[in-house]
């Protein structure tokens, strides 16, 4: 079974960085599409960051320039760098991958779709 398992989340202050790291095990595939998400209280999850196996990434306007989605294939890992972060950037942070392309809308990776597998979640939270 295809597993996610993420790590890296902690509290900061507005300003700080953190890295958040997802390690995936069970499976190896060719044609990907990796994300992450997040959920504050009473928000709706939204999609942060994307990657597609072409390395083709995409951002939700409010992380553009501060967030950065990687991969360390070798360790079958994702990665989410977030600098300069804010007190809304607080939220549950979810890693999902899908065996599949990601979907495009209008030449750029959808942030919205369905994935097949998710991790559990880790919290960041960013104080004034």
């Known amino acids: 079974a295809v597993q996610l398992a993420e790590s890296g989340g902690g509290s900061v202050q507005s300003g700080g960085s953190l890295r958040l790291s997802c390690t995936a095990s069970?499976?190896?595939?060719?044609?990907?599409?990796m994300g992450w998400f997040r959920q504050a209280p009473g928000r709706e999850r939204e999609g942060v960051a994307m990657l597609d196996s072409d390395g083709t990434t995409n951002y939700h306007d409010s992380v553009k320039g501060r967030f950065t989605i990687s991969r360390d294939s070798a360790k079958n890992t994702l990665y989410l760098q977030m600098n300069s972060l804010k007190p809304e950037d607080t939220a549950t942070y979810y890693c999902a991958v899908d065996p599949y392309r990601c979907t495009l809308v209008n030449g750029l990776l959808s942030l919205v779709g369905t994935f097949a597998y998710w991790g559990q979640g880790t919290q960041v939270t960013v104080s004034s």
């Open positions: 069970g499976y190896t595939v060719r044609r990907y599409c």
